[in-house]
């Protein structure tokens, strides 16, 4: 197995934060890790905001996740299990992820049902004459 990448602090950019928080999953992922006292397994977030989660998109989530430098993974026999830089990112960024976090928060409370994203309209199909 390849080893897993982890931005140093000092490699960790305000964009690439931005970009990883910018997918609704990826946010309630991050949410949930910040939040919890212990590691959390990938397998726990198979079901987000009442969605099923295909592995591979999970993956690839966590992927996102932890190159922009919010988690910090470690596999565990077959498992990987994964715990928030919140901490280390605060020094760097004071007070960043907080008002991300309260921000979708805000933004959740006011639109309950887009989940804190604002659903799109689906594009019209273009008609060959």
């Keep these: 197995m390849r080893p897993l990448f982890h931005p140093s602090i000092e490699d960790i950019t305000v ?20 939040g919890s006292d212990c590691p959390q397994s990938c397998s726990n977030f198979l079901q987000v905001s009442e969605k099923h989660i295909p592995k591979s998109t999970l993956s690839q989530h966590f992927k996102i996740l932890r190159e922009a430098g919010l988690i910090r993974g470690e ?4 498992e990987m299990h994964n ?47």
């Design 15 to 34: 964009e690439a934060i931005l970009h990883a928080l910018s997918d609704p999953v990826r946010v309630a992922i991050y949410a949930e890790i910040m």
């Design 83 to 129: 715990v928030s830089r919140c901490a280390e990112i605060d020094k760097r960024f004071p007070g960043l992820i907080a008002a991300i976090i309260n921000a979708l928060r805000i933004q959740s409370e006011g639109n309950p049902q887009a989940g804190g994203a604002a659903k799109r309209k689906p594009a019209k199909a273009k008609r060959k004459l």
């Design 75 to 78: 596999r565990r026999g077959v």
